[in-house]
């Protein structure tokens, strides 16, 4: 009988023990868990934002070493933004908002395209034969193709594209963590970022 009563005495401290430790959970304050927001370290990691690829088509004649050719250049060039140089200013905790400055997006990888770039002809100018050199002639006209792929990537038109699409990812990106971001553009950088070339 004495068994049974000690048994009975143990169940309900363990019971008793159960529901207090109930009670102390039910009363504990929620876990409140707040974003950081943008920081320099994060907009770091994200290293480059590539925003555009311009695809780019033109025709360009070249005379020179002894021959004369005309081609049908196809290339494409990448449009980025570098966020290792953005600044986060006028940031507000409680109300959750910053501010993020740019630079302005820069050209990456101009290239021409080789297979899809055609000779449309070649003829030899020169009245000695020795001194025409093709192959010199076209590597020339594909330097400058290149160059002609950078300066058409970096048009106004493109470069306003390619802010448009990094305003609208970082807005997105920052929304889902509940931050308002104001995103503005670093004017200064514009002759140091951008590829400063000259149409052929």
Same mark, same amino acid.
């Given at each position: 009988?004495?068994i049974?009563l000690?048994? +009975?005495?143990?169940?309900?401290?363990?019971?008793g023990?159960?529901?207090?430790?109930?009670q102390?959970? +039910? /009363?504990?304050?929620? *876990? +409140?868990? /707040?974003s950081q927001?943008?920081?320099?370290?994060?907009?770091?990691? =994200?290293?480059q934002?590539? $925003?555009?690829?311009?695809? *780019?088509? &033109?025709?360009?004649?070249?005379e020179? /070493?002894g021959?004369?050719?005309s081609?049908?250049?196809?290339?494409?060039?990448?449009?980025?933004v570098?966020?290792g140089?953005?600044? +986060?200013t006028d940031?507000?905790? &409680?109300?959750?908002q910053?501010?993020?400055?740019?630079?302005?997006?820069?050209v990456l990888?101009?290239?021409?395209?080789?297979?899809?770039?055609r000779?449309?002809s *070649?003829?030899r100018?020169a009245?000695l034969p020795?001194?025409?050199?093709?192959d010199?002639?076209r &590597?020339?006209?594909?330097?400058?193709?290149q160059k =002609?792929?950078a300066?058409?990537a970096?048009?106004?038109? /493109?470069i306003?594209?390619a802010?448009?699409t990094?305003e609208t990812?970082?807005?997105a990106?920052?929304?889902e963590?509940g931050w308002?971001? $104001?995103v503005?553009?670093?004017t200064? $950088?514009i002759?140091s970022?951008?590829?400063?070339?000259?149409?052929v």
């Open positions: 009988m004495r049974i000690l048994v +009975i005495v143990v169940l309900a401290v363990c019971a023990i159960v529901v207090c430790l109930r102390l959970r +039910i /009363n504990q304050p929620p *876990v +409140i868990i /707040n927001g943008p920081t320099i370290e994060k907009l770091e990691k =994200l290293s934002l590539v $925003t555009t690829r311009v695809q *780019v088509a &033109d025709v360009l004649v070249g020179g /070493n021959c004369r050719g081609w049908l250049i196809k290339g494409d060039a990448l449009l980025s570098n966020l140089q953005a600044k +986060i940031k507000q905790e &409680d109300a959750k910053a501010t993020i400055i740019l630079p302005e997006p820069q990888q101009p290239r021409v395209d080789h297979s899809r770039t000779t449309w *070649v003829e100018v009245w020795w001194s025409a050199d093709q010199a002639l &590597d020339t006209v594909y330097a400058e193709a =002609l792929v300066y058409t970096a048009s106004a038109e /493109n306003s594209q802010k448009l990094a990812v970082l807005k990106l920052y929304a963590v308002t971001v $104001t503005k553009w670093d200064a $950088t002759d970022q951008r590829v400063a070339t000259s149409p």
